[in-house]
């Protein structure tokens, strides 16, 4: 099995801080029939939370997550691996990163089996352009 490298559009919103919130905003995403392949939320300081998904492939995806409250982030450029689980993967993934003087503005990985998946962000285009070429380079 190979490793596929693609670029990410990542949505982000802003959710209340409270036990509710999460799954009223997943609810409305599910219910408009997303199938989402990353949810990651965090508290962003007392009383209010960050949630960010992808993808959105098509426009009723969008308008869907439009309407729940979230929209495309500009600012953080993404990239997504997916293949084989190997031991030291993310080692192999950051340290050719590093080498290439790249700077993660935030790392998401999970294994499950023989696969794994891991999400980077990058604070510009440019750097995540960069990345997808320095990973496609050394995981092959």
């Given at each position: 099995?190979?490793?596929?490298?693609?670029?990410?559009?990542?949505?982000?919103?802003?959710?209340?801080?409270?036990?509710?919130?999460?799954?009223?905003?997943?609810?409305?995403?599910?219910?408009?029939?997303?199938?989402?392949?990353?949810?990651?939320?965090?508290?962003?300081?007392?009383?209010r939370a960050l949630l960010f998904?992808?993808?959105?492939?098509?426009?009723?995806?969008?308008?869907?997550?439009?309407?729940?409250?979230?929209?495309?982030?500009?600012?953080?450029?993404?990239?997504?691996?997916?293949?084989?689980?190997?031991?030291?993967?993310?080692?192999?993934?950051?340290?050719?990163?590093?080498?290439?003087?790249?700077?993660?503005?935030?790392?998401?990985?999970?294994?499950?089996?023989?696969?794994?998946?891991?999400?980077?962000?990058?604070?510009?285009?440019?750097?995540?352009?960069?990345?997808?070429?320095v990973l496609e380079s050394a995981?092959?």
């Open positions: 099995m190979t490793y596929q490298i693609t670029k990410e559009h990542v949505w982000v919103g802003a959710i209340p801080d409270r036990p509710d919130a999460l799954a009223e905003k997943l609810r409305m995403l599910s219910e408009a029939g997303l199938n989402l392949e990353l949810i990651l939320a965090r508290r962003e300081m007392p009383g998904i992808s993808p959105l492939r098509t426009l009723e995806e969008i308008l869907a997550a439009e309407e729940a409250g979230l929209a495309q982030e500009h600012s953080v450029q993404a990239i997504r691996i997916t293949g084989p689980n190997e031991p030291g993967i993310g080692a192999r993934i950051t340290s050719a990163l590093s080498q290439a003087g790249l700077d993660v503005r935030a790392y998401s990985a999970a294994a499950l089996g023989n696969k794994h998946v891991t999400h980077i962000a990058f604070d510009n285009e440019e750097d995540g352009e960069r990345a997808k070429a995981l092959k």
